[in-house]
C-alpha cells in the first residue's frame, strides 16, 4: 500500500511532534523514569529572592549558612511527600550538592529561614554534613546557578540519612507526581 506524499509528510509532522513533547520536561531537572505528566508543576518561591535572582548572603557560606524561607503551592492532593535537592551545576568538579531532604510533610506550604523541613529525613550534601549548606563558590568565579527542585511524590522514599543524591532520585523514579523550581545566584569576589 503506497502513501500518498501529504499523508506520509502528515505522519512524519505527527510522530516528530510527538517525539519532541516526549523529550521535554517543563525546563526543570529530569527525574529518570519518573517524568511527570505535561503540567505537574508546583510552585517554590522565597521571599528573600526571586526566581533567578540573586541570593542573598545571609544564606551563603559567607552569612549564617541558614536555608531561605520557602512557599510551596499547587501541590498534586495525591501526594503523599514531598523531597527537595538543592544543587549547584556550574561547580568546577561537575554538579554540587548543597541540600537534600525527603518524607517532607505533603501538606507542607512555608518554610522559615533555617527550618528543618517536617517530618523530613536530611541526607548528606557534598560538604559530607547532614542538611543544608549554602552557596558557596570559588572566589573570584561567574556567580554560580543554585536550582533548588522540590518533587512531590506518589509515596514515601525509604531511605536511609546517609543516602546520596542519586539514592534519592532513584527512589523518586517513577513516583513523581509534580515539580517546581527556584533558582538562585550567587558569586564570591
Known amino acids: 500500500m503506497r502513501m500518498s506524499r501529504t499523508a506520509a509528510a502528515a505522519t512524519v509532522i505527527t510522530v516528530a511532534t510527538a517525539v519532541l513533547a516526549a523529550c521535554g520536561n517543563g525546563g ?49 492532593a495525591r501526594t503523599a511527600s514531598l523531597a527537595l535537592v538543592l544543587r549547584d551545576p556550574d561547580a568546577p568538579h561537575g554538579t554540587f550538592t548543597h541540600w537534600l531532604a525527603w518524607d517532607i510533610a505533603p501538606g507542607t506550604a512555608r518554610l522559615l529561614a533555617g527550618e528543618r523541613p517536617p517530618g523530613a529525613t536530611q541526607g548528606r550534601n557534598g560538604f559530607g554534613r547532614t542538611g ?58
Not at 533567578?52 to 531561605?68: E, K, L, M, N
Open 28 to 76: 526543570g531537572p529530569a527525574v529518570t523514569g519518573s517524568a511527570p505528566p505535561s503540567g505537574s508543576r508546583l510552585t517554590v518561591t522565597s521571599p528573600a529572592y526571586a526566581d533567578g535572582g540573586t541570593v542573598p548572603p545571609r544564606f551563603t557560606c559567607d552569612g549564617d549558612d541558614v536555608s531561605p524561607p520557602l512557599a510551596l503551592g499547587a501541590v498534586p
Open 132 to 189: 543544608y549548606g549554602g552557596p558557596c563558590p570559588p572566589r573570584g568565579d561567574r556567580p554560580h546557578h543554585y536550582v533548588l527542585t522540590v518533587y512531590a511524590t506518589d509515596r514515601a522514599p525509604r531511605l536511609s540519612p546517609d543516602a546520596t543524591e542519586a539514592d534519592l532520585l532513584r527512589a523518586l523514579s517513577g513516583h513523581t507526581l509534580a515539580t517546581g523550581t527556584l533558582t538562585g545566584r550567587y558569586g564570591r569576589r
